[in-house]
């Protein structure tokens, strides 16, 4: 909850001047940048100290400041249990969208992984591809083993809620990829659709976890049987709307 709060916060922040950073945050919180983040992406629990600061800080009421004590004095999950979070340096590495299809072109069981093989299936540059699988033994999410390409299956999460140039450039690939698929691939091959709806802005916290519960499902669906393709999946929800 208190990570929500921060989170809230800072966008509300950040809303109403572009400019404003999480170190900008962090110093009118009176806290390190590096702990806020820390904070913010679970990687550490919060001393009575830092509790206290951010209290006398944060714009809470007096209900809200209770239920986030509460939940700090019983949590429900341990911090150490976190899948790691994508530090910014190696998102600049991997941002590319190719990165992580060929993680995923490495784990079919039927095709040639040969670097050729890779850039013929994905349309790319020899040298592009190379270039990928550097940077991703680079950032340990690919290993050698002899002559074979191995994913290293590490598990890692990006940032929640704290604006990120590398994920912003990604997300702008899966977009421009998604375009493309419109003239690439017959109705058959994709399924791209969209509804235009009246909301509750209140509601979107809801949405967002409804959102990423159907991504859960829709990949354990996907993954049942024999894989054969690498498919990307974006699940789009913005507003219309410039207030």
């Known amino acids: 909850m208190l990570q929500r709060y921060l989170v809230d916060e800072f966008e509300r922040r950040s809303h109403t001047n572009p400019h404003y950073s999480l170190r900008a945050f962090a110093r009118d919180l009176g806290i390190h940048s590096g702990t806020l983040s820390a904070i913010i992406n ?28 509460s939940e700090l004095i019983a949590p429900t999950e341990t911090f150490g249990e976190k899948t790691p ?21 490495l784990q079919l069981p039927k095709v040639k992984k040969a670097p050729g093989d890779i850039a013929k299936a994905m349309k790319l540059s020899q040298a592009k591809v190379l270039s990928a699988i ?10 050698r083993d002899g002559s ?10 990006t940032s929640r809620g704290i604006p990120s140039p590398a994920l912003r450039e990604a997300h702008t690939q899966y977009i421009d990829k998604a375009k493309s698929a419109l003239n ?17 802005e209140k509601n979107l916290p809801k949405a967002k976890e409804l959102i990423q519960q159907f991504r859960a499902e829709l990949a354990e669906l996907l993954e049942k049987g024999e894989v054969d393709n690498v498919y990307r999946l974006n699940v789009q929800l913005f507003p219309l709307l410039h207030k």
């Open 85 to 105: 979070v994508l530090h910014e340096d190696v998102l600049n590495i991997i941002k590319d969208w190719e990165h992580f299809a060929i993680l995923a072109y």
């Open 42 to 69: 679970r990687r550490r629990s919060v001393g009575a100290k830092t509790i206290s600061q951010l209290m006398g800080k944060l714009p809470l009421s007096a209900v809200e400041k209770k239920r986030i004590l």
């Open 184 to 200: 690439d691939f017959s109705t058959n091959e994709r399924d791209i659709t969209g509804t235009t709806l009246m909301i509750a």
């Open 134 to 143: 550097s940077n991703l033994e680079k950032a340990d999410l690919l290993k």
């Open 148 to 157: 074979q390409l191995v994913p290293t299956h590490k598990k890692l999460n």
